[in-house]
Every structure is written in C-alpha cells, then in structure tokens.
C-alpha cells in the first residue's frame, strides 16, 4: 500500500446560495489553497474535513492499493485523480496522487 498526496487546489465560494439558503455558521471550511496532505495509505490525515474526506476516500484506497486509469483514461497521470468536496457552498478540489512511498502499516 503507498501513501497519497492531497492538495487542495481550487477553493469556489457561492455567495449566493450562502445568502439564499445557508443559516450563519461560526466555522466554515478553513483548507486554503496549495495546503498538501499526505494520506497515509487510505487513512484520512490528522485534522483533515471529514466531509471532504468522505468524498474523496474510496478514491484515496483505490490509489493507495496501486489502482489506477480511473474511469478509463480520465487523468493524464493514471495514479491519480481531481475530487471535490461535497460543500454546495464552498467547495474545495483536490488533486490526489499516489506516492511512490510505501506506508506506514
């Protein structure tokens, strides 16, 4: 099993919808763009978004367990893959890839 890099990306904000539809919240999503996580094998990294994390796990077991060309061809780099949170609001994509780097089992 590797280990797998997450970076988050793109960072969208809806203001709209926030206005329309979100009650006020104290603590919104605080991952910053550029911010690397590293996944050990497919275990979610300390102080990682469990939202986001269950958006994007099967992906991160699926690459952590040497798969690859997910959905035959979609990524220029086989081992890896573009996931987005599921935050309607304040969406984050991440780009996650398989390290060559065994992990820590």
């Known amino acids: 099993m590797k280990k797998v890099k997450i970076t988050a990306m793109r960072k969208a904000r809806y203001d709209d919808l926030i206005e329309k539809y979100e009650n006020p919240i104290e ?12 996944a050990n094998g497919w275990e979610r990294p300390e ?23 997910l959905y035959d061809g979609w990524m220029k780099n086989r081992r890896s893959a573009m996931i987005s949170c599921n935050d309607g609001f304040r969406p984050v994509s991440f780009y996650i890839e398989a390290l060559d780097e065994d992990a820590d089992c």
């Open 27 to 38: 603590h919104a999503c605080d991952i910053e763009e550029g911010s690397v996580f590293i």
């Open 47 to 69: 102080g990682f978004c469990v939202s986001a994390w269950e958006s994007m796990s099967p992906f991160v077991m699926t690459l952590a367990h040497g798969g690859e060309d």
